[in-house]
């Protein structure tokens, strides 16, 4: 069977065709029949729309993505490179620190063992401190908690007093509070 | 011999000029980043999380260049990155996927737009966008497989072989994906295509 003799392409052969990998017997017919030729054409349309109006989004989205996008990028590509300067950094001062700390320990033993001693000493004043505070902060809590539960007892007696005063009692007492 | 050795020194002058493109990571994200853009985004159909992995691809592509051998394009072997980490992020369930982003669907209608005005008359115009639209409708009906490949090979024009070699699925496979792919758009946008 030749081209010309062959009947049209099927739906099965056109997406053959859209996908490449049409067979050499159907793709002879393709290249001489104007009508499966335009068929292929119709079929495809869409498709090209598709890739031209959604490249034609994402290039306007690209344009219209923040620079700061780009900027963190090319900041995250290097970040390693600058970890690692950051580290060595840290290291350089850590040892700026450390060795004038160092020179001093070993120059004044004694020194550090009395300041070592100080120390404990003025932490427990501090804890001692921040001890009595709390004390004293937890004291006047409960007298302001006590004295504000009196106040309301008070003012609930008066005001079911005064309403018991003015009528009919507990249910319209239980009213008002509600 | 002589040809293959011509072979191998245009592999290697190859692998050489795409090697030096990926060093330029600016150069890189202003060639491909629309391209790669569209196929995240189609994929998953999230503008927001497409944006996040294809910022990460090209980090990744980035710090992985030197593994780069120049036996493919370098949008494809973005591409392939691409899927990757949509995989993960499809494992990790980190994002909602088109069923579930319907409610914030990609709006095109726009972009037709901004197609080049000479090859597009106002009526050309309105047909196009429309018939985009018919195939984007479409992708939401499509499995995650059937998208990928049919993306890759409609959107990003790759080989039957490239996508097999990019998706680790055998090339009949593919094959078979494409076709239900593609009969499933024919149905959803109308028996036009």
Redesign the interface.
């Given at each position: 069977m030749t081209g010309a003799t062959m009947n049209h392409l099927t739906?099965?052969q056109i997406?053959d065709a859209?996908?490449?990998?049409l067979a050499a017997e159907a793709a002879g017919h393709l290249a001489s029949c104007a009508v499966c030729q335009q068929q292929l054409i119709?079929?495809r349309?869409?498709?090209e729309?598709?890739?031209?109006?959604?490249?034609?989004?994402?290039?306007?989205?690209?344009a219209t993505?923040p620079a700061s996008?780009?900027e963190?990028?090319?900041h995250?590509?290097s970040g390693s490179r600058r970890r690692a300067w950051g580290t060595a950094a840290v290291a350089v001062l850590a040892l700026m620190v450390a060795l004038p700390f160092g020179m001093h320990h070993a120059n004044g033993v004694r020194e550090q063992s009395s300041t070592q001693a100080a120390a404990p000493i003025a932490q427990s004043l501090q804890t001692e401190a921040s001890a009595e505070q709390i004390d004293s902060d937890n004291q006047m809590l409960h007298e302001i908690e006590t004295e504000l539960s009196s106040n309301r007892t008070s003012s609930e007696a008066m005001e079911l007093q005064e309403i018991g005063d003015q009528g009919d009692g507990h249910g319209s007492a239980r009213m008002v509070r509600d | 011999m002589q040809l293959a050795l011509e072979a191998t020194m245009q592999s290697v002058q190859g692998a050489e000029r795409t090697g030096s493109e990926l060093d330029d990571i600016d150069a890189l994200v202003r060639t491909y980043r629309p391209r790669l853009l569209r196929f995240v985004t189609f994929s998953i159909g999230d503008q927001d999380m497409a944006e996040s992995i294809t910022q990460d691809c090209f980090l990744k592509a980035y710090n992985g260049r030197a593994n780069f051998r120049g036996d493919c394009s370098v949008n494809t072997w973005l591409t392939s990155i691409a899927v990757n980490l949509i995989r993960d992020q499809q494992r990790l369930q980190k994002f909602r996927f088109w069923r579930q982003a319907r409610a914030t669907a990609i709006d095109i209608t726009d972009a037709a737009s901004f197609l080049p005005s000479a090859e597009c008359s106002p009526e050309n115009r309105m047909l196009v966008q429309e018939k985009a639209q018919q195939v984007q409708t479409s992708l939401l009906a499509l499995s995650e497989k059937q998208r990928t490949v049919f993306l890759m090979r409609f959107i990003e024009e790759m080989e039957l072989s490239e996508i097999a070699a990019a998706t680790n699925m055998p090339l009949n496979t593919v094959k078979t994906h494409l076709h239900r792919a593609l009969k499933s758009v024919r149905a959803q946008a109308g028996k036009t295509i």
């Open positions: 739906d099965e997406d859209l996908l490449g990998d119709a079929a349309m869409p498709l729309s598709f890739k031209a109006v959604t490249l034609a989004w994402s290039e306007r989205r690209s993505m996008l780009q963190r990028m090319l995250n590509a | -």
